[in-house]
């Protein structure tokens, strides 16, 4: 199992940006089959909703609402995950929660999340 903590979240004026980074740690299995990392959202009274993934080979996918704002990058020598949030939006205000996928079974972790607000 892998354990991953989010920090970086905080208060952003529309236009803004944030840089959300997640730490995960665990035993060495877990950890050295991490394959996929990436970002979820979950705003008050909606579902969780995907954001970005990186790959183990940096390759990378945004949602929509997204693309082109947000860039996720990871170092697996520190076994980290960023999240560079750039032209902040209202609508992106929510709980960001880091993913991980590991083990046999791509088995997905989740961080506690962090909270980001954008006011207008």
């Known amino acids: 199992q892998v354990q991953l903590v989010e920090s970086g979240g905080g208060l952003a004026q529309a236009g803004g940006s944030l840089r959300l980074s997640c730490v995960a740690s665990?035993?060495?299995?877990?950890?050295?089959?991490?394959?996929?990392m990436g970002w979820f959202r979950q705003a008050p009274g909606k579902q969780r909703e995907w954001v970005a993934t990186?790959?183990?080979?940096?390759?990378?996918t945004y949602a929509s609402t997204v693309k082109g704002r947000f860039t996720i990058s990871r170092d697996n020598a520190e076994n980290t995950v960023s999240l560079q949030m750039n032209s902040l939006k209202p609508e992106d205000t929510a709980l960001y929660y880091c993913?991980?996928?590991?083990?046999?079974?791509?088995?997905?972790?989740w961080g506690q999340g962090t909270q980001v607000t954008v006011s207008s």
């Open positions: 665990g035993s060495i299995f877990s950890i050295n089959t991490i394959n996929t």
């Open positions: 993913s991980a996928e590991s083990g046999n079974w791509n088995t997905r972790n």
């Open positions: 990186i790959f183990r080979s940096n390759s990378v």
